[in-house]
């Protein structure tokens, strides 16, 4: 009986982009009508201040980009129509950009915008509930002086230690640009493979036993799923390190060569990530050689038992089968004279114990008694 | 027993390309003697009026090409000798273009004219009758103010969306050149693969439970058959990635660095969709490693069935043949005094008791009578 | 059984290079002495005229090297050691040149000598007597005004076409230099690679039904022979697209441009007979995997055959050895009274057949029974 | 029963990468609070003196920077927080160079930095108590007359043999600069792949025999394990490789071009170490091949023997069945009148002795008795 | 039982490179002490003399240096300490130069030294005395008018044709320099590879009836051994193709222009060496496929013979054993009268008759008992 994954599982668990209609014009977005506006988390901060707000109307953002400190401005869901009204107005986006932002999921990309600088990347978050993880895109759009960030879903995300340090100014986050902030973001999204990875590192240590000791109908569902998933986070890591590759190799108006350098620290991690995933993925498909083997053996056991078990009883039966004829003892001293010996029963059971005896002796000088073959199966 | 797929199937899932006989000259069209002509249907619009025919005669093809409007001359089906005397003479077209247009299918490629570029590109649609999907070549021949297409099949395109946008006069269509037409058309053709694809992901979906808890021969064939049509959508978008990586790189007289930048979108979809097809594949791959093992594991589970019941009655069979023995309990006290013991006969069933209720123990013990195993296979 | 090929399969199924005995100098020939002398047949054609001959001495070639007139000169078999002193004294021609001609087979590729261009192809023509196809060595000696062909065999070529429409003047041929024939031979043979694809494309169709309903040892051959096949083609057009390739990159003074651009679309074909192969041996692959698959499903039919009668069968004959044991029904009423019940015999029946048809009944559940699974194996 | 490997193996098995808490601020050093200090070893020598002294306060290390002389300053673990606040302003150390050497494991790479260059690299160890090896980082700092190595695990390193060279002053190490002590540090850190691998080596020669002999549970998991071993040494050696073609390749101000080629030589033994890992992964694929392929084979012998035995006792037991039916001899004379025949019994045992005769000989010529089929499993 | 090579075939199944004790000075040679001195033949030629000697003294060699014909001293054996400090103060060779011939074996490559060009290569000759081939490092040193030669292996070269056309003066070598000398000697070690691949494609062209027809264990060690080849064979000429490509590509002051059109020759030889190499390869890895799906099917066989015997013979035994009941007959009359009819046993033996009849027909039927199916397995 196959597992039945949570439903939430399935959604994640394919590399399925976003496409329009076919003949449908670019540009246009795909917001169900009653979609609700989405909140703005709004934090202003230079060395000296920080700023913490929630914004309703998207159009208060403008106040936050023309003072001099450092806007982030963070929209947990996607919003509505309208909220990218005021968005694409505000800070002047151009439409392939909003496109690209609402459309979920994109490939991972960096698009050089007139204004703006556009990243597109991918969150995994582990999930508690189901055994997977979550999947969400995050688009961050680097400006001069701020830096909007546009989540998928609403819950869920590995921002929270980058929030702490602006409060508590702990490091040099303070003291720098948008432009290192956003650097923050994509290594906290980088680091959050790792977690994720780690579990699926666990899970294979966990099979590796139970694949060779135990394997059942359910050990080959996980091998399965873990292979699938991996190739989820694959897809998922591979074009994040071009973009981040190709961010480093042509720059942009929008990073500083300061934060380039830290940018190069996080295409380390990305590498350090797929790396990771390509471990696994190679151990997974060993698994799964394994397990085919291990199939093949345990039918051997069986097979083995099934041997033993017929070789020894059915010559002792046709042994039975003889002396159970009905041939007539009186018409003919030849006809099975045996059954009115004196020692004729003893003599056949001794008889019937030799012949087992020594098939029972050939099995177990083959070594096939031994308990690591048949009984630990 | 194999299934029988529609012909039609057959006829998409191979990629066999057009071929000469060897030794035939080249600009050879490859069309029947009694092919009929193909009717042109004409969209001629500028940002102010629209303007749709249908002409049979292609001669009739040259008065839009005077005209500023952009013309789309959309040719359903390959025609015949006649009309395409007709159109190389309207529209000047070299030998070798025609004969890439006509003598189908021939690989997705840009090529480079004096007064056209030619774009061949294959367009899938999800096949309703069938269970696959219908593969036809669309090419386009792009002037200067016009652009003719050509559609190796007359039913069936996916430029419907496109039509309606230049009929409503809806985004920036008809204010813009025959390349962006071109474009749009290309997008659509690209956007066309999605449904096609999600269609595998689904039939993918499926079979992971099918494969693990019921995998029969049908199953086999679907995973063979899914990897087959997974291999013709990867040979179809991938040249056409490298067709439309090399327009945006190379260039063209005819392309505006407009469309260009549109282009860059469409061809982030190629990728897209090459990701999607890696991954089915893969997942296709896995799922043909799991059916292997479940096979093997449903032969350990019909092994167990057999070898418990062989187990167990067996050497039953065997106690009840040692008492149907005829030796003579007469001649000597020896022989079988059992059978004439008061107690002899519920002795033995209970000995038969013991012995088959260990056996039954022994093989609970090693868990083979648990349902998932023997029952729900 | 294994099939036995006709020796000719054999011959034609290795990727084997010719090779010296190590030590050997460069520019040996290894022609048998008593090779026959080989026959010329050359046809000499301008726009106007064209004169056909069979020359029988090389150094009457001579005389078409004067004129202006395109000559070509075709060599059908090897010829031997005077041919070639013959023919190296009136051409020309490098050491090197002859032995890569001679010393067949070679890999193809492209040299440029001093006064020729040097094209080493492989041509491949269906086999009618044998299941598979003929490979040969053709060598294209070009040079300013003649081309100078050399075929391994003298049977068989695919250049008939090209013969046929210089002799009608079909096509612009007749009024193009010596490198627009050289491309002709060249595309002629490329383009005799498609028939034999077909081939294999038609035997891949066959064996998709066979290999899932009625595998047997013979499909599995059939696979590999296949797979074996079709890795000699691979080898054989890959190298064939490095050298056309290379032509059309760097040139050479013997190939005008005009010519270079109907290269490139015998370029394009080479790709194409490249992504069939591909395609095939992918499917060959798959084959395999569904073989091996069907043949476990075909065990598990025999095994559940077994299973099922065997199970009905051994626990009835355990009631029936039980009745046949021979207690005293008389030393005790304990002894099996059942012998001597009135309905005993009945009743015994009557038990055989509830256990009897409860087995039955529960395989039936399990679908053990259904046709595909056990009569249409 | 699976092998519990030792807990060091698990911690060596994977390639687990040191990795932040996501959002955490560069530059953080995981050290946990009550490390111990490390002591550092300094090995100051020149062409005339060599000096050794261990130092626990690492202010001390200011003193060798000043003078001539090349100094070694190995650091065994890595230390608390203590000692690299001092390290780090002694030597002025980037704050991103000090995350990489504390933060293990990080991949092996080159980092310029302006006072220093890094040179991440991973040492490998046989592992005497477990069967497999230890893998630690080593890190090292070259500056312009010194060079800081830091080691992971404080016991075992490979650096014996260059201590000795120092000492002894055998070859040119004494006459040459720090930047010659960190290339004789790498050469051994790379050599010492090789004893390692040679075990593996070993491990493949024993288990070729092993796998076609006597294949077991063991085996399997033996031929998994060298695979997840590869693969860690393949994920080791292959980006330090990349390393120091880098290196090779870019130069650096504190790499002498004399030192560079032996650079070169070092280079070419990390392409040797790969080759051999990579003929080891081959290798060890193609056991689990022949694994797979002799489990079928041994069930193909278990079923051979079941099958005699059955075929012929099964046969055998039904013939004596026949002679124990009770029909009625007096009741008809066509009643089984042979029960009562003179020769009736011997010509019952002949029957039974020709028929299981004939079955053995069939079952002789067919091979199945040959003693390396059954005996020698 | 697993066939037991002889033991010089495990020497080279391997590429097991020289190494290092980690830390190991570079430069140190591994001569046992107790090497025997080799000895040099020397072959002193120019266009007009040869002179051919043996020397045991390497300090005599010094004579040949001086004058201009050309010198090829060949030393077959690596000699000793002794033989090393004199051939490196003769030659004035590098002591990593020295190191590279010495410490065998070396990956094969290309090395420019200030006063020499180094060559390593592998050589192969096929082995008489075992079923494979010896495999030894052949090292070239070039110098402007001297070729030394260093064969790891005192027997065995294949420069047997290159003495004799020096000794006779066949062909243009006597006329040419020392490179072109090199060359003919790396041509001669190329060509060597072509013989011991032939004797691999025999093997496999044995083993593809075999995998079919009559798959023993002895089957698989033999594909499993030919893989193991082969994968050896790959990584000698892959690095050989590498270095002479350098070659052409860089070029040398010791090569000149004329002998680099030699090398592109050989450079092809290589490539061909390849192709063979990797078809083989392929081909290898089909058998293995093959030879699992034979086990399977040999498997099935063996199982249908058990099924055909135990389902027509347990029926058939059961019915025996109901007429070997013991019910009174004559305490009820429903107690198995047939028992005491006229034609009981008649009717007995023939349901039996059909019973048996029956079922045999049915397998009939089925094809089972068709001989290519169970007696030719």
């Known amino acids: 009986m196959a597992i039945k994954f949570p439903s939430t599982h399935k959604a994640i668990s394919k590399v399925d982009y976003f496409y329009d209609q076919p003949g449908v014009a670019p540009g246009v977005l795909s917001l169900s009508a009653d979609a609700e506006p989405a909140t703005l988390s709004v934090i202003d901060y230079d060395s000296e201040t920080v700023d913490c707000h929630h914004i309703t109307d998207p159009d208060e953002a403008e106040r936050y980009l023309q003072n001099k400190s450092v806007s982030w401005l963070d929209l947990s869901g996607l919003g509505n129509q ?3 009204q005021s968005l694409s107005k505000t800070f002047n986006l151009h439409p392939l950009l909003v ?51 546009v989540q998928e879903e609403p819950d869920h995300d590995c921002f929270q230690g980058v929030r702490d340090r602006i409060a508590h100014g702990r490091g040099s986050l303070r003291h720098q640009g948008a432009d290192y902030l956003a650097y923050c973001l994509l290594d906290a999204i980088i680091d959050g493979f790792f977690p994720v990875l780690e579990h699926y590192g666990e899970l294979i240590d966990e099979l590796e036993d139970e694949v060779v000791s ?72 060993g698994l799964m050689d394994v397990y085919l083997s291990s199939v093949g053996n345990k039918m051997n056991e069986i097979m083995k038992l099934l041997t033993v078990v017929s070789s020894i009883f059915i010559p002792l039966t046709f042994i039975a089968g003889v002396y ?21 029963y003893p003599a056949c059971l001794t ?23 048949i009984n630990k199966s």
């Open 82 to 84: 309208s909220t990218w």
């Open 99 to 149: 496109e690209d932002v609402v459309n979920v999921p994109q490939r991972p990309k960096i698009e050089h915008y007139a204004g703006q600088l556009l990243i597109v990347s991918w969150m995994v978050t582990p999930d508690k509930t189901a055994t997977g993880f979550r999947k969400e895109q995050v688009s961050l759009i680097l400006g001069k002086s701020y830096l909007l960030t």
């Open 214 to 285: 135990q394997p059942t109908k359910k050990t080959l569902e996980k091998i399965y799923r873990i292979r699938r998933d991996l190739l989820t986070l694959r897809r998922s890591i591979w074009p994040q390190r071009d973009a981040i590759n190709q961010l480093i190799r042509d720059g942009s108006e929008f990073i500083s060569d300061e934060v380039k350098i830290y940018l190069r620290d996080c295409y380390d991690h990305t590498v350090q990530v797929m790396d990771m995933v390509e471990t696994y993925r190679e151990l997974a498909t």
């Open 324 to 344: 159970g004829m009905n041939f007539n003892v009186e018409k003919s001293p030849l006809n099975m004279p045996e059954l009115s010996w004196y020692w004729g």
């Open 351 to 373: 008889l019937m114990g030799i012949v087992g005896g020594s098939l029972a002796f050939f099995f177990w000088r083959q070594g096939w008694f031994s308990s690591s073959q």
